[in-house]
């Protein structure tokens, strides 16, 4: 597309992006042990932003609401956490009708990992830590025999690897009260990107996102860590910055809602955005 121009291009890398994100999102499904998940997770957030920048420039190129929607799906599948996926995964196993002493063997193989993995973590002589990984790879084939033996039972395949990903129409209708909105944060290399979600609109403000902001953000965190610090002119002068540089420049758009749902990303989960404060306060 840089050398040709052509939207078609922008179009057929948005496509790739989007069967690569199906791929890793079967793949995450079929891993049992939350550190593989991890692993692939951070694989992937490495390329996260092109997605969501191909995205918005197909928004701007062509106007289609769609690109925008695509662009919300990318960011927010990116935020969704390993913990999230082990949650939902226990409450499968429970719908999909799994019998109670199987669950209760993978819960107890899964333990013994854990722990036999803590205590090669803190081993340094060879011949026990050859012992204990023995034990965990032994376990860890356990494991594998019993996640086959729950693909024998269909209603829990189903629910496992359906696509489960909510359409921001659903958002709007299922989720977000009237006069309310939902800000959704997004870090990217030089800028942040915020989704403004309605009933009726979804909407994105770019902000200037640099490291003197990280700065604010950090010390902010570390002085409210501190009762002696709470209220300090120090503390309100890094709540007025932080509320200058995300918060006023969506102030218009705010205008009509009573209500704000925040969706924090990387850096910004450290703030607690009700303490923010404007110039006036």
Known sequence: YQEKNKIDYLEAALQTFNSLYQLTDYVEKTYESDEARIFLNQKRHISHQQPIEICIRLFQLTGKNLYLEQAFFFDERNKASVLSLGLSDAALKKAGNLPAPLVAEEINCKELINQLSLKASGTNDSISL?????????????????????DNYPAYHELKFANNTIAVADLQK????????????????????????????????????????????????????????????????????????????????????????????????????????????
């Open 174 to 281: 299922e989720v977000i009260p009237d006069n309310s909105a939902i800000l959704s944060f997004h870090v990217g290399d030089t800028n942040l990107l915020c989704w403004v979600i309605s009933k009726n609109k979804l909407d994105y403000v770019k902000i200037p996102y640099s490291d003197s902001l990280v700065t604010h953000i950090m010390e902010l965190n570390r002085e409210l860590q501190s009762n002696d610090a709470f209220n300090t002119t120090s503390t309100r002068t890094h709540a007025r910055i932080l509320y200058r540089h995300l918060i006023q420049p969506l102030e218009e758009k705010l205008i009509p809602f009573d209500q704000l749902m925040i969706i924090p990303d990387d850096e910004l989960s450290y703030i607690p955005f009700e303490f923010l404060i404007d110039s006036s306060d």
């Open 130 to 150: 050859a012992s204990l990984l023995a034990q965990i790879r032994e376990q860890e084939i356990k494991l594998e025999s019993i996640n086959k033996q729950f």
